[in-house]
Protein backbone atom coordinates (compact mmCIF):
# COMPACT_ATOMS: atom_id res chain seq x y z
CA UNK A 1 0.00 0.00 0.00
CA UNK A 2 0.90 3.78 -0.64
CA UNK A 3 2.58 5.29 2.07
CA UNK A 4 0.83 8.45 3.16
CA UNK A 5 3.24 11.52 2.72
CA UNK A 6 3.25 13.70 6.27
CA UNK A 7 1.64 16.86 6.46
CA UNK A 8 3.94 19.77 6.85
CA UNK A 9 3.72 20.79 9.90
CA UNK A 10 3.91 16.86 11.07
CA UNK A 11 6.89 16.17 9.23
CA UNK A 12 10.23 14.97 11.24
CA UNK A 13 11.84 17.40 8.87
CA UNK A 14 10.47 20.46 9.57
CA UNK A 15 13.64 22.01 11.51
CA UNK A 16 14.88 21.93 7.72
CA UNK A 17 12.41 24.02 6.45
CA UNK A 18 14.38 27.44 7.86
CA UNK A 19 17.17 26.33 5.78
CA UNK A 20 14.95 25.39 2.54
CA UNK A 21 13.19 29.21 3.44
CA UNK A 22 16.85 30.23 3.05
CA UNK A 23 17.37 29.08 -0.45
CA UNK A 24 14.24 30.13 -1.99
CA UNK A 25 14.94 33.55 -1.00
CA UNK A 26 18.06 33.59 -2.34
CA UNK A 27 16.29 31.54 -5.26
CA UNK A 28 14.01 34.86 -5.49
CA UNK A 29 16.23 37.17 -5.72
CA UNK A 30 18.61 35.96 -8.28
CA UNK A 31 15.99 35.10 -10.20
CA UNK A 32 14.93 38.81 -10.06
CA UNK A 33 17.70 40.81 -9.66
CA UNK A 34 20.59 38.72 -11.46
CA UNK A 35 23.30 36.76 -10.05
CA UNK A 36 25.33 39.84 -8.78
CA UNK A 37 27.59 38.96 -6.25
CA UNK A 38 25.47 36.23 -5.40
CA UNK A 39 27.57 33.21 -6.32
CA UNK A 40 29.17 32.97 -3.20
CA UNK A 41 26.01 32.08 -0.90
CA UNK A 42 24.60 29.93 -4.71
CA UNK A 43 27.59 27.59 -5.25
CA UNK A 44 27.10 25.59 -1.80
CA UNK A 45 23.51 25.51 -2.22
CA UNK A 46 23.97 23.66 -5.31
CA UNK A 47 26.83 21.46 -3.62
CA UNK A 48 26.77 20.10 -0.10
CA UNK A 49 24.99 23.33 1.43
CA UNK A 50 21.89 20.96 2.04
CA UNK A 51 23.29 17.93 3.43
CA UNK A 52 25.25 20.21 6.29
CA UNK A 53 22.16 21.51 7.24
CA UNK A 54 20.42 18.80 7.14
CA UNK A 55 23.05 17.00 9.39
CA UNK A 56 22.84 20.67 11.74
CA UNK A 57 18.74 20.84 12.20
CA UNK A 58 17.78 16.67 11.87
CA UNK A 59 19.09 14.67 14.75
CA UNK A 60 20.93 10.90 13.59
CA UNK A 61 18.23 8.80 14.82
CA UNK A 62 15.95 10.37 12.20
CA UNK A 63 18.32 10.78 9.50
CA UNK A 64 18.53 6.75 9.58
CA UNK A 65 14.82 5.85 10.58
CA UNK A 66 14.05 7.83 6.94
CA UNK A 67 17.23 7.01 5.26
CA UNK A 68 17.98 10.93 4.28
CA UNK A 69 21.34 10.69 3.22
CA UNK A 70 22.09 13.15 0.34
CA UNK A 71 24.51 12.43 -2.52
CA UNK A 72 27.68 14.87 -2.79
CA UNK A 73 28.23 16.11 -5.94
CA UNK A 74 31.18 14.01 -6.71
CA UNK A 75 28.93 10.90 -6.09
CA UNK A 76 26.16 12.51 -7.65
CA UNK A 77 27.97 13.36 -10.99
CA UNK A 78 30.00 9.38 -11.29
CA UNK A 79 26.91 7.83 -11.09
CA UNK A 80 25.02 10.39 -14.13
CA UNK A 81 28.41 9.18 -15.90
CA UNK A 82 27.41 6.10 -15.49
CA UNK A 83 23.89 6.20 -17.94
CA UNK A 84 24.77 4.03 -21.43
CA UNK A 85 22.03 6.16 -23.27
CA UNK A 86 22.88 9.62 -22.50
CA UNK A 87 20.80 12.60 -21.24
CA UNK A 88 19.40 15.19 -23.75
CA UNK A 89 16.26 17.00 -24.85
CA UNK A 90 14.65 13.88 -24.99
CA UNK A 91 14.93 12.55 -21.98
CA UNK A 92 12.63 11.75 -19.22
CA UNK A 93 14.01 11.17 -16.05
CA UNK A 94 12.91 9.89 -12.37
CA UNK A 95 14.51 10.05 -8.86
CA UNK A 96 11.96 7.80 -7.09
CA UNK A 97 13.20 9.35 -3.19
CA UNK A 98 14.73 12.54 -4.61
CA UNK A 99 15.37 14.45 -1.11
CA UNK A 100 16.89 17.54 -1.91
CA UNK A 101 17.55 16.77 -5.66
CA UNK A 102 21.17 16.43 -5.85
CA UNK A 103 20.49 13.14 -8.91
CA UNK A 104 18.26 15.40 -10.49
CA UNK A 105 21.36 17.94 -10.64
CA UNK A 106 23.53 16.19 -11.92
CA UNK A 107 21.07 15.09 -14.70
CA UNK A 108 19.94 19.04 -15.02
CA UNK A 109 23.84 19.72 -16.00
CA UNK A 110 23.68 17.76 -19.30
CA UNK A 111 19.92 18.95 -20.33
CA UNK A 112 20.22 21.99 -22.43
CA UNK A 113 19.33 25.33 -21.87
CA UNK A 114 16.54 27.71 -23.95
CA UNK A 115 16.30 30.91 -24.74
CA UNK A 116 15.36 32.32 -21.20
CA UNK A 117 14.95 30.87 -17.75
CA UNK A 118 11.59 31.15 -18.05
CA UNK A 119 11.28 28.96 -21.27
CA UNK A 120 14.67 26.86 -19.75
CA UNK A 121 12.50 26.21 -16.97
CA UNK A 122 9.60 25.31 -18.80
CA UNK A 123 11.37 22.39 -20.47
CA UNK A 124 13.50 20.89 -17.84
CA UNK A 125 9.76 20.66 -16.17
CA UNK A 126 8.87 18.71 -18.63
CA UNK A 127 11.59 16.36 -18.64
CA UNK A 128 12.33 16.15 -14.80
CA UNK A 129 10.57 13.99 -12.33
CA UNK A 130 11.30 13.46 -8.49
CA UNK A 131 9.03 11.88 -5.32
CA UNK A 132 9.87 12.04 -1.66
CA UNK A 133 8.27 11.63 0.98
CA UNK A 134 9.02 14.77 2.92
CA UNK A 135 7.46 18.08 1.66
CA UNK A 136 10.74 20.28 2.59
CA UNK A 137 12.70 18.36 -0.07
CA UNK A 138 10.74 18.85 -2.27
CA UNK A 139 10.52 23.18 -2.12
CA UNK A 140 14.54 22.44 -1.93
CA UNK A 141 14.77 20.43 -5.06
CA UNK A 142 12.46 22.92 -6.76
CA UNK A 143 14.67 25.60 -5.30
CA UNK A 144 18.19 24.25 -6.09
CA UNK A 145 16.85 23.44 -9.67
CA UNK A 146 15.52 27.19 -10.74
CA UNK A 147 19.15 28.20 -8.65
CA UNK A 148 21.14 25.77 -11.44
CA UNK A 149 19.45 26.84 -13.92
CA UNK A 150 19.23 30.62 -13.52
CA UNK A 151 23.52 29.82 -13.12
CA UNK A 152 23.68 28.19 -16.05
CA UNK A 153 22.39 31.02 -18.22
CA UNK A 154 23.76 33.93 -16.35
CA UNK A 155 20.10 35.87 -18.27
CA UNK A 156 19.76 39.26 -16.32
CA UNK A 157 17.04 39.75 -13.86
CA UNK A 158 13.47 37.87 -15.25
CA UNK A 159 10.74 39.79 -14.27
CA UNK A 160 7.25 38.02 -13.92
CA UNK A 161 8.92 34.75 -12.85
CA UNK A 162 7.04 33.51 -10.01
CA UNK A 163 8.63 31.53 -7.08
CA UNK A 164 9.95 28.06 -7.53
CA UNK A 165 7.21 26.02 -6.26
CA UNK A 166 5.37 26.69 -9.92
CA UNK A 167 7.86 24.70 -11.37
CA UNK A 168 8.21 21.03 -12.03
CA UNK A 169 4.88 19.93 -11.32
CA UNK A 170 6.50 16.93 -12.00
CA UNK A 171 9.04 16.98 -8.84
CA UNK A 172 6.56 16.31 -5.84
CA UNK A 173 5.41 14.92 -2.26
CA UNK A 174 5.02 10.80 -3.10
CA UNK A 175 5.61 7.57 -2.12
CA UNK A 176 8.60 6.18 -4.31
CA UNK A 177 6.85 2.58 -3.39
CA UNK A 178 4.25 3.82 -5.37
CA UNK A 179 5.39 5.10 -8.75
CA UNK A 180 2.58 7.21 -10.55
CA UNK A 181 2.00 6.30 -14.23
CA UNK A 182 3.38 9.46 -15.52
CA UNK A 183 6.94 8.92 -13.41
CA UNK A 184 6.63 5.65 -15.10
CA UNK A 185 7.22 6.94 -18.50
CA UNK A 186 11.28 7.40 -17.65
CA UNK A 187 13.81 7.27 -20.10
CA UNK A 188 16.49 7.53 -17.26
CA UNK A 189 16.06 6.58 -13.43
CA UNK A 190 18.50 7.77 -11.05
CA UNK A 191 18.16 6.39 -7.97
CA UNK A 192 20.07 6.62 -4.29
CA UNK A 193 16.86 5.26 -2.06
CA UNK A 194 16.91 4.75 1.82
CA UNK A 195 18.66 2.32 3.11
CA UNK A 196 16.61 1.35 6.57
CA UNK A 197 14.70 -1.73 7.01
CA UNK A 198 11.10 -2.00 6.31
CA UNK A 199 7.93 -4.78 6.21
CA UNK A 200 8.95 -6.67 2.68
CA UNK A 201 5.90 -5.01 0.42
CA UNK A 202 2.91 -7.73 -0.56
CA UNK A 203 3.23 -9.43 -3.72
CA UNK A 204 7.26 -9.64 -3.20
CA UNK A 205 8.72 -13.41 -3.61
CA UNK A 206 12.42 -13.09 -2.86
CA UNK A 207 12.05 -11.92 0.49
CA UNK A 208 9.88 -11.93 4.07
CA UNK A 209 10.16 -10.07 7.01
CA UNK A 210 11.85 -6.83 7.04
CA UNK A 211 13.87 -5.80 4.44
CA UNK A 212 16.39 -3.25 3.36
CA UNK A 213 14.18 -0.21 1.33
CA UNK A 214 16.90 -0.13 -1.34
CA UNK A 215 15.96 -3.68 -2.22
CA UNK A 216 12.76 -2.86 -2.68
CA UNK A 217 12.54 0.34 -4.68
CA UNK A 218 14.92 -1.47 -7.10
CA UNK A 219 12.59 -3.66 -7.58
CA UNK A 220 9.72 -1.58 -7.64
CA UNK A 221 11.54 0.42 -10.28
CA UNK A 222 11.68 -2.58 -12.59
CA UNK A 223 8.01 -3.26 -12.56
CA UNK A 224 7.04 0.31 -12.53
CA UNK A 225 9.04 1.39 -15.28
CA UNK A 226 9.03 0.66 -19.00
CA UNK A 227 11.14 -2.14 -20.75
CA UNK A 228 13.94 -0.23 -22.31
CA UNK A 229 14.42 2.65 -19.48
CA UNK A 230 17.81 3.48 -18.24
CA UNK A 231 18.59 2.80 -14.20
CA UNK A 232 21.54 3.59 -12.41
CA UNK A 233 21.60 3.40 -8.81
CA UNK A 234 23.59 4.18 -5.39
CA UNK A 235 22.52 0.64 -3.34
CA UNK A 236 23.95 -1.02 0.45
CA UNK A 237 26.91 -3.53 -0.23
CA UNK A 238 25.36 -6.08 1.55
CA UNK A 239 22.68 -6.35 -1.98
CA UNK A 240 25.47 -7.08 -3.82
CA UNK A 241 27.61 -9.64 -1.40
CA UNK A 242 25.17 -10.37 0.97
CA UNK A 243 23.79 -14.23 1.40
CA UNK A 244 20.43 -12.67 2.50
CA UNK A 245 20.14 -10.91 -0.72
CA UNK A 246 20.69 -13.77 -3.12
CA UNK A 247 16.99 -14.24 -4.13
CA UNK A 248 16.78 -10.45 -4.44
CA UNK A 249 20.11 -10.66 -7.15
CA UNK A 250 18.61 -13.23 -8.83
CA UNK A 251 14.70 -11.93 -9.29
CA UNK A 252 16.40 -8.21 -10.64
CA UNK A 253 18.77 -10.23 -12.86
CA UNK A 254 15.81 -11.47 -14.27
CA UNK A 255 13.79 -8.62 -14.81
CA UNK A 256 17.06 -6.46 -15.59
CA UNK A 257 20.24 -6.49 -17.58
CA UNK A 258 22.93 -5.83 -15.02
CA UNK A 259 24.98 -4.00 -17.11
CA UNK A 260 28.01 -3.17 -14.61
CA UNK A 261 28.48 -3.27 -10.43
CA UNK A 262 30.89 -1.62 -8.89
CA UNK A 263 32.14 -1.42 -5.21
CA UNK A 264 32.76 2.19 -4.76
CA UNK A 265 33.77 2.02 -0.54
CA UNK A 266 32.16 4.31 1.64
CA UNK A 267 29.08 6.49 1.16
CA UNK A 268 30.60 9.43 3.13
CA UNK A 269 32.20 10.48 6.39
CA UNK A 270 28.82 10.43 8.08
CA UNK A 271 27.39 7.35 6.67
CA UNK A 272 29.68 4.48 6.95
CA UNK A 273 27.54 2.13 4.83
CA UNK A 274 29.56 0.72 1.80
CA UNK A 275 27.66 1.07 -1.31
CA UNK A 276 28.38 0.14 -5.18
CA UNK A 277 26.74 1.70 -8.28
CA UNK A 278 24.35 -0.47 -10.51
CA UNK A 279 23.88 0.46 -13.92
CA UNK A 280 20.77 -1.58 -15.84
CA UNK A 281 18.08 -1.41 -18.23
CA UNK A 282 14.68 -2.87 -17.62
CA UNK A 283 13.63 -6.02 -19.53
CA UNK A 284 15.18 -8.56 -21.28
CA UNK A 285 17.39 -10.10 -18.56
CA UNK A 286 19.77 -12.57 -19.44
CA UNK A 287 19.69 -14.67 -15.53
CA UNK A 288 23.06 -16.36 -16.89
CA UNK A 289 25.00 -13.46 -17.68
CA UNK A 290 23.85 -10.87 -14.63
CA UNK A 291 24.36 -12.94 -12.19
CA UNK A 292 28.08 -13.12 -13.11
CA UNK A 293 28.14 -9.41 -13.27
CA UNK A 294 26.89 -8.88 -9.74
CA UNK A 295 30.22 -10.59 -7.91
CA UNK A 296 32.92 -8.56 -10.13
CA UNK A 297 34.91 -9.74 -13.20
CA UNK A 298 37.82 -11.44 -10.98
CA UNK A 299 35.79 -14.02 -9.49
CA UNK A 300 35.61 -16.53 -12.48
CA UNK A 301 39.29 -16.46 -12.99
CA UNK A 302 40.14 -19.01 -10.23
CA UNK A 303 39.22 -22.69 -11.36
CA UNK A 304 38.93 -23.46 -7.50
CA UNK A 305 37.53 -22.07 -4.51
CA UNK A 306 37.90 -22.94 -0.95
CA UNK A 307 34.55 -24.68 -1.01
CA UNK A 308 36.54 -27.47 -3.04
CA UNK A 309 38.43 -27.97 0.01
CA UNK A 310 36.87 -27.24 3.02
CA UNK A 311 33.14 -26.95 4.50
CA UNK A 312 32.08 -23.76 5.85
CA UNK A 313 29.84 -23.23 8.42
CA UNK A 314 28.74 -20.91 11.12
CA UNK A 315 29.13 -21.83 15.01
CA UNK A 316 26.20 -22.75 16.54
CA UNK A 317 26.44 -21.51 20.14
CA UNK A 318 24.65 -18.15 20.85
CA UNK A 319 25.64 -17.01 23.86
CA UNK A 320 22.47 -15.01 25.02
CA UNK A 321 20.13 -18.27 24.24
CA UNK A 322 23.06 -21.11 25.90
CA UNK A 323 21.07 -23.13 28.53
CA UNK A 324 24.14 -24.66 29.81
CA UNK A 325 22.69 -28.26 29.20
CA UNK A 326 23.79 -31.09 27.68
CA UNK A 327 27.73 -32.79 27.67
CA UNK A 328 30.61 -30.66 28.52
CA UNK A 329 32.72 -29.67 25.56
CA UNK A 330 35.55 -27.24 24.60
CA UNK A 331 34.40 -23.96 24.15
CA UNK A 332 35.99 -21.72 21.88
CA UNK A 333 34.80 -17.96 21.50
CA UNK A 334 36.28 -15.09 19.19
CA UNK A 335 37.57 -13.49 21.95
CA UNK A 336 41.20 -13.83 22.93
CA UNK A 337 41.51 -16.27 20.40
CA UNK A 338 45.58 -16.31 19.16
CA UNK A 339 45.54 -14.82 15.31
CA UNK A 340 46.57 -16.67 12.93
CA UNK A 341 47.98 -19.16 15.41
CA UNK A 342 47.32 -22.68 16.67
CA UNK A 343 45.09 -23.95 19.70
CA UNK A 344 44.61 -27.22 20.97
CA UNK A 345 41.48 -28.31 22.26
CA UNK A 346 43.08 -29.41 25.90
CA UNK A 347 43.77 -26.23 26.51
CA UNK A 348 40.28 -24.57 26.03
CA UNK A 349 37.52 -23.81 28.91
CA UNK A 350 34.49 -26.37 28.83
CA UNK A 351 30.91 -25.94 28.69
CA UNK A 352 27.86 -28.08 28.58
CA UNK A 353 26.04 -27.80 25.07
CA UNK A 354 23.37 -29.77 23.02
CA UNK A 355 23.72 -28.35 19.95
CA UNK A 356 26.02 -28.80 16.90
CA UNK A 357 29.75 -29.56 18.11
CA UNK A 358 32.59 -29.53 15.18
CA UNK A 359 35.63 -32.09 15.31
CA UNK A 360 39.21 -30.84 15.04
CA UNK A 361 41.10 -29.63 12.79
CA UNK A 362 39.40 -26.86 11.35
CA UNK A 363 40.20 -23.02 11.07
CA UNK A 364 37.95 -20.87 13.29
CA UNK A 365 37.33 -17.60 11.64
CA UNK A 366 36.33 -14.28 13.35
CA UNK A 367 33.40 -13.59 11.42
CA UNK A 368 33.68 -9.26 12.13
CA UNK A 369 35.92 -8.20 9.27
CA UNK A 370 36.29 -4.11 8.16
CA UNK A 371 36.53 -3.39 4.41
CA UNK A 372 40.12 -2.09 3.72
CA UNK A 373 41.88 -3.99 6.92
CA UNK A 374 44.73 -5.91 6.35
CA UNK A 375 43.44 -9.54 7.62
CA UNK A 376 39.99 -9.32 6.32
CA UNK A 377 39.44 -13.41 7.01
CA UNK A 378 41.53 -14.00 10.54
CA UNK A 379 42.00 -17.42 11.41
CA UNK A 380 42.91 -19.48 13.70
CA UNK A 381 43.70 -23.32 13.37
CA UNK A 382 42.34 -25.56 15.49
CA UNK A 383 43.61 -29.03 16.85
CA UNK A 384 43.48 -31.56 19.16
CA UNK A 385 40.44 -34.96 19.83
CA UNK A 386 37.41 -33.25 21.15
CA UNK A 387 34.73 -31.87 19.07
CA UNK A 388 34.12 -28.50 19.75
CA UNK A 389 31.00 -26.17 20.70
CA UNK A 390 31.87 -22.79 18.67
CA UNK A 391 30.25 -19.66 19.29
CA UNK A 392 27.95 -17.81 16.81
CA UNK A 393 30.78 -14.85 16.38
CA UNK A 394 33.08 -17.38 14.25
CA UNK A 395 33.11 -19.46 11.06
CA UNK A 396 34.18 -23.06 11.17
CA UNK A 397 36.80 -23.86 8.18
CA UNK A 398 36.75 -27.76 8.01
CA UNK A 399 38.99 -29.35 5.18
CA UNK A 400 37.62 -32.13 3.96
CA UNK A 401 41.22 -34.88 4.31
CA UNK A 402 40.69 -33.64 7.93
CA UNK A 403 44.49 -32.90 8.09
CA UNK A 404 45.94 -30.47 10.20
CA UNK A 405 48.60 -29.20 7.03
CA UNK A 406 45.54 -28.34 5.15
CA UNK A 407 44.09 -26.24 8.21
CA UNK A 408 47.52 -24.31 7.94
CA UNK A 409 47.68 -24.24 4.14
CA UNK A 410 44.15 -22.33 4.30
CA UNK A 411 45.26 -20.03 7.44
CA UNK A 412 48.36 -19.42 4.60
CA UNK A 413 45.88 -18.28 2.15
CA UNK A 414 43.69 -16.52 4.56
CA UNK A 415 45.88 -14.57 5.52
CA UNK A 416 47.19 -13.55 1.89
CA UNK A 417 47.08 -9.77 0.28
CA UNK A 418 45.51 -11.87 -2.47
CA UNK A 419 42.94 -13.15 -0.01
CA UNK A 420 42.29 -9.49 1.35
CA UNK A 421 41.56 -7.84 -1.99
CA UNK A 422 39.65 -10.47 -3.27
CA UNK A 423 37.35 -10.12 -0.38
CA UNK A 424 37.35 -6.57 -0.54
CA UNK A 425 36.24 -6.66 -3.73
CA UNK A 426 33.45 -9.72 -2.67
CA UNK A 427 32.22 -8.57 0.52
CA UNK A 428 31.83 -4.85 1.98
CA UNK A 429 29.52 -5.52 5.28
CA UNK A 430 31.04 -5.82 8.44
CA UNK A 431 30.02 -9.58 8.83
CA UNK A 432 32.16 -12.33 6.56
CA UNK A 433 29.74 -15.03 5.35
CA UNK A 434 29.61 -18.37 4.54
CA UNK A 435 28.89 -17.77 0.71
CA UNK A 436 31.82 -15.18 0.87
CA UNK A 437 34.84 -17.70 2.79
CA UNK A 438 33.67 -20.86 0.54
CA UNK A 439 33.92 -18.45 -2.99
CA UNK A 440 37.76 -17.55 -2.25
CA UNK A 441 39.75 -18.31 -4.90
CA UNK A 442 41.92 -21.63 -3.69
CA UNK A 443 45.19 -22.07 -5.39
CA UNK A 444 46.61 -25.40 -4.72
CA UNK A 445 50.52 -24.44 -4.17
C1 LIG B 1 19.43 8.23 0.65
S1 LIG B 1 18.35 9.62 0.45
C2 LIG B 1 18.79 10.07 -1.18
C3 LIG B 1 18.25 11.36 -1.66
C4 LIG B 1 18.70 11.75 -3.05
N1 LIG B 1 18.27 10.80 -4.07
C5 LIG B 1 20.20 11.87 -3.12
O1 LIG B 1 20.84 11.01 -3.71
O2 LIG B 1 20.73 12.82 -2.52
C6 LIG B 1 16.80 8.79 0.33
C7 LIG B 1 15.60 9.69 0.28
O3 LIG B 1 14.45 8.86 0.21
C8 LIG B 1 13.39 9.49 0.89
N2 LIG B 1 12.38 8.45 1.17
C9 LIG B 1 12.31 7.55 2.17
N3 LIG B 1 11.24 6.73 1.99
C10 LIG B 1 10.64 7.13 0.84
C11 LIG B 1 9.51 6.69 0.11
N4 LIG B 1 8.76 5.65 0.53
N5 LIG B 1 9.18 7.33 -1.01
C12 LIG B 1 9.91 8.38 -1.47
N6 LIG B 1 10.98 8.84 -0.82
C13 LIG B 1 11.35 8.24 0.31
C14 LIG B 1 14.04 10.13 2.09
O4 LIG B 1 13.25 11.18 2.58
C15 LIG B 1 15.37 10.59 1.49
O5 LIG B 1 15.26 11.91 1.05
Redesign the pocket.
Known amino acids: MA?APPSDELSVMHPFSTYVGSIERLVGTVVSSGLDGRSVEATPVLNGGPAEALRDTVDLVTRKS??????GSDL?EELVSRFTEPIDENSRIL?????????LLACSRRLPIASSLTATLEAWGQQLYG????PE?IRATRARLVLAAALRGRWNASSGLADSESWFPGIRV????AIPKECARATHVV?????NLIQTPQGVEWSSGQVS?AAAFVDHVLAACEDGTNLVA?LPDVLRSGTRYARWRGHISGQATVRRVSVWGIFDTWADVDVFLLEASIGSGSFESSMATWSGPNETEARDTLSSIAKVSVGSLVPHRHRNRGQWHPYLHALGLARWGRVNVADLPKKRFNGTVFPPPFVAVRRTSRPGDSGRAIGTVISGDRSVAVENHLLVVRPKDSSVDTCQQILDQLRSNATDAWLDRRIRCRHLTVGALEDIPWRDD
Not at 131 to 134: A, G, I
Not at 174 to 177: I, K, M, P
Open positions: KTGAFFSSDPACGSGDLLDLYFGDGLLNPPFAI
